[in-house]
Nanobody, 123 residues
Framework: QVQLVESGGGLVQAGASLRLSCAAS????????VGWFRQAPGKEREFVAL????????YYAESVKGRFTISRDNVKSTVYLQMNSLKPGDTAVYYC????????????????WGQGTQVTVSS
């Protein structure tokens, strides 16, 4: 069982930056790929970014490529999402999720989810 806790969300103006953290409880966290997803009111949950278990592979949604950076520290069992040049369209609840080696963009490929952290970007 893996418990995930997100933090770092908040209310910022367009153009600002935030860093989200996803802290995991399990020592086996390093065996999991980790993804970030987001869900805006009235919309489906959408993929944002993922990082492989060792951190050597990352992948981003086109909408955030070049602005967001995902990274992980397996010693601290934490994954980060650095978000720069935020836009009002980035407003959503952000979730981190842990999945197997083959986990990618589909949320059904992930086994464990955090409770989410709200990010609000004002214009």
């Amino acid at each position: 069982q893996v418990q995930l806790v997100e933090s770092g969300g908040g209310l910022v103006q367009a153009g600002a930056s935030l860093r989200l953290s996803c802290a995991a409880s399990a020592r086996t966290f390093s065996r999991f790929a980790v993804g970030w997803f987001r869900q805006a009111p009235g919309k489906e949950r959408e993929f944002v970014a993922l990082i492989s278990w060792g951190g050597g592979r990352t992948y981003y949604a086109e909408s955030v490529k070049g602005r967001f950076t995902i990274s992980r520290d397996n010693v601290k069992s934490t994954v980060y999402l650095q978000m720069n040049s935020l836009k009002p369209g980035d407003t959503a609840v952000y979730y981190c999720a842990a999945g197997g080696l083959g986990a990618a963009e589909n949320p059904y490929e992930y086994d464990y989810w955090g409770q989410g952290t709200q990010v609000t970007v004002s214009s």
